[in-house]
């Protein structure tokens, strides 16, 4: 961490406000992480223990998000069963990787998928064809290899992984973007518990800063599960746009000068 005494009582605060404002951008759109890993890796934090401490707050921000939209009816509770199997046979492959991947690896990975999380957000939802018109009455296979393959990206790398639902959950099932965003929190709690129990166990969470995280993440899961029921959310795409490439910079340049 950042050597100074102030730092010491100083972060804390930092790292509340970090776990509010991830999780409000998780829970309208997605990318949140692109800005949380990054900035924790800037004060010091190895790219892995980042990746593993920053989980914990993204579990609590959508367990509060989907709590909030369930109660007013917006989780497809059929769906998320549908595709809840899948999701836990990928996470249980993306934790075999996860736990054998060392910082540099990760944080050469990190920077390559925050450009392209940039891109994909920014693709028509149409590019590959229209959606259906209502939801399968049961799961396809081609449903099945998909969302085993997005557990599978998201117990790995985890950032980004809430545009990467979006985008399939809309192709999948056709439903608007409120109905996506639960079904988005609720298949990513799964992995994300998942693959944050094989951190922890791997000594790779930071629990101090986990925690004031966490009751951030609560408080920013709440309001943006408000919020999206009231506001649009491009002006926070566009924001994690900008601010993504600058931070893939970042990244790379610490790559390049450190190696």
């Known amino acids: 961490m950042i050597d100074s005494a102030w730092w010491e009582y100083g972060q804390y605060p930092v790292f509340f ?3 509010a404002v991830v999780s409000l951008i998780n829970s309208i759109a997605g ?3 692109t800005l949380s890993l990054p900035i924790m890796i800037f004060l010091g934090m190895p790219a ?14 959508n367990i509060s998000s989907v709590a909030n939209l369930a109660r007013h009816g917006y989780l497809n509770k059929k ?36 450009c392209l999380v940039v891109v994909m957000s920014r693709l028509r939802k149409d590019i590959f064809g229209k959606p259906p018109a209502t939801p399968p009455a049961k799961l396809t296979w081609k449903g099945a290899l998909g969302f ?3 557990a599978i990206y998201g117990c790995i790398v985890q950032v980004g992984v809430g545009f990467v639902q979006i985008f399939s959950l809309t192709r999948y099932t056709g439903l608007d973007p409120i109905h996506v965003n639960a079904l988005k929190n609720a298949l990513t709690t799964v992995f994300l518990c998942m693959s944050t129990i094989a951190l922890g166990i791997a000594g790779k969470i930071d629990w101090p800063i986990a925690i004031i995280m966490a009751v951030g993440a609560w408080f920013g899961g709440y309001c943006g599960s408000f919020l999206q029921r009231k506001k649009g959310n491009k002006f926070i795409e566009n924001f994690i746009s900008v601010c993504s490439i600058a931070l893939a910079i970042y990244l790379v340049v610490d790559l390049v000068l450190h190696h």
């Not at 980042?50 to 989980?55: C, K, L, S």
């Not at 199997?85 to 998928?113: E, H, N, Y």
């Open 79 to 114: 769906i998320f069963f549908q595709l809840l199997i899948p999701t836990v046979i990928g996470a249980s492959i993306g934790v075999c990787f996860l736990v054998r991947i060392g910082d540099k690896a990760f944080q050469a990975l990190l920077a390559a998928v925050i």
């Open 17 to 19: 406000i970090l776990g």
């Open 31 to 33: 990318g949140g992480s």
């Open 48 to 61: 892995t223990v980042a990746n593993g401490t920053n989980r914990i707050g993204l579990i609590i921000g």
């Open 148 to 150: 085993c393959g997005v």
